[in-house]
T-cell receptor, first 113, second 115 residues
């Protein structure tokens, strides 16, 4: 069956360190993968999109990698700040389905000062 | 400009009542999506519109759930005869392109509690 797994429900790190979040999937052939940030009581906010033929994408302190062989995406936040504390969601869009995105359950990141 | 808005923000219903949840997407956005998000979980796809056409409703959990977007802008998600398991946050998102490949802009959600 198809499955998306994001690493550990919670990740705690010290301010200034790099946070690395993992998204693993099985039985998908994603056209692309997106990462979203969600704060309590709010809807998800788009951060980055990476396509199946791309290895890496960067945006300011954010970096996403996509390994279709390992069926894994890594999401990095460098020089983390307490304001980065939130839940981070990965979402897959498969080739054959135009509209549907499938989300993981998210990883809650807490950055301590 | 305004983002995606949803109303009401909170809804409490007695089991068996019908509810209607409204989504106002960003003006001009072609694609509109509905998701259901249970506590501690990621959003689960319910249905997808391209303009007024409902192209995918594979995620609707039962025939008690119905969505429409008659004029290709505002959308309503209706749940008939609500059950306790329907309690969740219902998120609406819109996107500029026809396939929804660009980023999805989410509304704040409607938190539905069924007693």
């Amino acid at each position: 069956s198809q499955k998306i797994e994001q690493n550990s429900e919670a990740l705690n790190i010290q301010e200034g360190k790099t946070a690395t979040l993992t998204c693993n999937y099985t039985n998908y052939s994603p056209a692309y993968l997106q990462w979203y940030r969600q704060d309590p009581g709010r809807g998800p906010v788009f951060l980055l999109l990476i396509r199946e033929n791309e290895k890496e994408k960067r945006k300011e302190r954010l970096k996403v990698t996509f390994d279709t062989t390992l069926k894994q995406s890594l999401f990095h936040i460098t020089a983390s700040q307490p304001a980065d504390s939130a839940t981070y969601l990965c979402a897959l869009r498969v080739n054959t389905n135009a509209g549907k995105s499938t989300f993981g359950d998210g990883t809650t990141l807490t950055v301590k000062p | 400009g305004a983002g995606v808005s949803q109303s009401p923000r909170y809804k409490v219903a007695k089991r068996g009542q019908d509810v209607a949840l409204r989504c106002d997407p960003i003006s001009g956005h072609v694609s509109l999506f509905w998701y259901q998000q249970a506590l501690g979980q990621g959003p689960e796809f319910l249905t997808y519109f391209q303009n007024e056409a409902q192209l995918d409703k594979s995620g609707l959990p039962s025939d008690r759930f119905f969505a429409e977007r008659p004029e290709g802008s505002v959308s309503t998600l209706k749940i008939q005869r609500t059950q306790q398991e329907d309690s969740a946050v219902y998120l609406c998102a819109s996107s500029t392109d026809e396939l929804g490949q660009n980023e999805q802009f989410f509304g704040p959600g409607t938190r539905l509690t069924v007693l």
